[in-house]
């Protein structure tokens, strides 16, 4: 059904089936194995058809070419960006394109699929609105016109010959209909009408002029389109996924580029003079300081030169140790996954590892999608609990336990979509037969957001996010110096906090929420500087209540056993406690290490003390959970006041 349709349903109160940037473009990292490998990214190529795009990042070699499949050319040749070169066509196999991903066969050129390497690949799946992928040949006649099926006015044009060794050229909407761009080489973008016979391309064709890479007398090309600005996606079919825009940007200077929507995948490129076609994604790292990139037109393996770093509006363009000169730039981006939280089970949400250290070997722990935050603690032991975001960067952790500042270690990634890796005995995250449990989190609409954001000392300071949803929960902290843990919950209101880091009851302050409560949009915080001290580098964790899924809630104690009714169907796998009403810890739980008729160890999250074991505070119940008659006065006070979440 196409977009226009969905959106008169949905006008008259009918719901057609939404289309989400999750179903039409994935970044997906993988270790080559030297044989056939699945990909299994949930993008339908099979049926819908598309590009695959295969980077090899680092390993054995020096240097290997980018990799271009598509669905239009199929399964046995593949492109360089990085080069002008004629596609390769000695595979007969190399690749299948799948209802869920894509295979790479036995038959495969080593820079997609070699051992012991790592790789990254961006699937691109047809679909209006977003991309297209078309071939065609030329006439070698200005004026040649293509039809295509992206169904709205190209952002981005990039064409390849296929038999000939002609540069790719690029069409832009902010360079316009009279310059053209060569996505294999660093150059300028040129003016002349050889490119696209200075005509603006439509929604359904663009025109090419005479030139060589893009109409040669009957050679065969191909032409990929990207979208900008439909808004024809998300829950209501009225949100964009893609744009493609561009900015002046002077060194020295991060540059805030606002998109309206997070991105998670971004190539840029100055037009003015010679740079390179830069490229970042969110499951690589996209954070302040000097993230990873590739570059389109380079076979170079991955660097670290911090291109954009991820904003809850938008990325700023040279977050690290500004390494990007003045001038003009163009870009194109990608929005965030935006599926809600309703349409994943809450495995694919939240997940447990118990898992026990394999030094010196490097160990997954394993989730079943890229973990956003982590919290992971030794829990036999009275050793630090560390907590990990991806909007961080690998190996940046805070403890919340402690006010200090974030810190850095080595031998922790999250740049795996099946979970985080781990290596060495650094903080004791993977020492021999340590046991360790990590709490794992995606984030989703409706569930749970993490919003990176810097401090402007102004009391009112509006800060965005992507929770979808009026936050039941947050957690706020300083990551460039000392700073408690600040936590608000709807059930205290935008007037009183509580620390994440000691064991108080709640308090009130205006300086913290600035005595206004969140919206689906944004949370407003004070100029007090454990939230907003100026230029201060923040992070804020945003919880919510999904039917069968979370829950963020109160209760009042009884002293007698104590049913809390989540609205699940089989019980929690996680628990968070704290009375607010006067002192008492963070309890923990989870059903990993035990949520039973009996014993139940628990952790104390303001605590680096190793589980106690010995003890019955809480019991299952499918509706949610119990707190037993047995449990003291921080869980279960006749009459005393508390706070939970509690994940299914």
């Known amino acids: 059904m196409s977009s226009s349709a969905l959106k008169l349903l949905a006008a008259s109160g009918a719901k057609g089936e939404a289309t989400y940037v999750d179903d039409v473009f994935s970044t997906f990292l993988y270790d080559g194995n030297g044989s056939t490998q699945n990909i299994v990214n949930s993008i339908d190529l099979s049926g819908e058809g598309g590009l695959v795009w295969s980077k090899w990042r680092s390993g054995y070699y020096t240097s290997r070419n980018h990799v271009l499949f598509d669905t239009e050319r199929g399964r046995t040749a593949y492109l360089a960006s990085d080069n002008s070169s004629a596609q390769v066509t000695s595979y007969t196999n190399a690749i299948t394109y799948n209802s869920n991903g894509f295979t790479w066969n036995q038959q495969f050129p080593s820079n997609m699929n070699f ?3 790592k790789f990254a690949s961006w699937t691109f799946r047809k679909a209006p609105g977003f991309f297209d992928v078309v071939t065609y040949t030329g006439n070698g006649t200005a004026g040649r016109t293509v039809s295509h099926n992206l169904g709205s006015v190209p952002g981005m044009i ?15 909407r902010s360079k316009g209909n009279t310059h053209g761009g060569t996505l294999n080489e660093a150059y ?7 490119y696209w016979n200075d005509t603006s391309p439509t929604s359904a064709q663009f025109t090419v002029g005479d030139g060589n890479g893009v109409n040669y007398n009957n050679e065969p090309y191909v ?3 990207f979208a900008h600005d439909a808004q024809d996606f998300g829950e209501n079919s009225d949100e964009s996924i893609i744009k493609c825009g561009s900015f002046s940007y002077t060194a020295g200077t991060p540059l805030a580029v606002d998109l309206g929507f997070e991105a998670q995948w971004v190539i840029t490129k100055r037009t003015d003079a010679t740079e390179h076609w830069y490229m970042a994604d969110i499951m690589r790292g996209m954070y302040d300081g000097d993230g990873p990139y590739l570059a389109a037109n380079l076979s170079n393996a991955e660097g670290a030169v911090g291109v954009a770093a991820a904003t809850a509006t938008g990325f700023i363009f040279d977050p690290g140790t500004n ?3 003045t001038g003009d730039y163009i870009y194109m981006a990608i929005r965030r996954p935006n599926k809600p939280a309703e349409e994943f089970a809450a495995t694919d949400l939240f997940s447990l590892d118990n898992y026990l250290g394999t030094n010196p070997t490097e160990k997954l722990l394993s989730s079943g999608f890229p973990v956003d935050m982590s919290i992971i603690k030794n829990f036999e032991a009275a050793d630090r609990r560390m907590l990990f975001s991806r909007l961080s960067g690998d190996g940046k952790y805070l403890r919340p336990p402690s006010n200090d500042a974030e810190t850095s270690i080595t031998g922790f990634r999250s740049d795996s979509n099946e979970g985080l890796l781990v290596n060495g005995t650094t903080q004791n995250l993977n020492g021999t037969s340590q046991r360790n449990i990590a709490h794992m989190w995606r984030r989703a609409p409706g569930y749970f957001d993490v919003v990176a954001y810097t401090g402007n000392g102004v009391t009112g300071r509006a800060v965005a996010h992507n929770l979808g949803a009026v936050p039941e929960m947050m957690w706020v902290k300083r990551r460039d110096g000392v ?3 600040l936590v608000y919950t709807s059930s205290m209101g935008a007037t009183d906090v509580i620390q994440l880091d000691v064991g108080g009851g709640s308090f009130s302050s205006g300086s913290y929420w600035n005595n206004t409560s969140p919206t689906s949009s944004s949370f407003t915080v004070g100029s007090a500087g454990t939230v907003n001290v100026n230029t201060g580098k923040f992070l804020a964790y945003l919880f919510a209540t999904v039917a069968g899924i979370s829950k963020v ?4 104690g009884t002293g007698n056993n104590l049913n809390v009714d989540c609205g699940f169907s089989a ?8 009375r607010t009403d006067s002192g008492g810890d963070w309890y923990v739980y989870d059903s990993v290490r035990g949520i039973v008729a009996g014993n139940d160890p628990y952790l104390l999250i303001n605590e680096d003390a190793a589980q106690v074991t010995n003890t019955d505070y809480i019991d299952p119940l499918n509706a949610g959970f119990t707190v037993t008659s047995s449990a003291p006065a921080e869980l279960n006070n006749n009459g005393g006041t508390y706070i939970f979440y509690a994940i299914a």
């Open 115 to 117: 051992g012991s390497e």
């Open 158 to 172: 990039i064409v390849k010959s296929l038999t000939n060794s002609f540069d790719w050229q690029v069409y832009h």
């Open 188 to 194: 300028a973008f040129a003016d002349s009408a050889t």
């Open 223 to 225: 032409a990929y389109l």
């Open 323 to 325: 390494n990007m000169p």
């Open 483 to 485: 700073g408690i843990w």
């Open 553 to 556: 809630g109160s209760y009042t």
């Open 571 to 578: 019980g929690a796998r996680f628990i968070l406690i704290k």
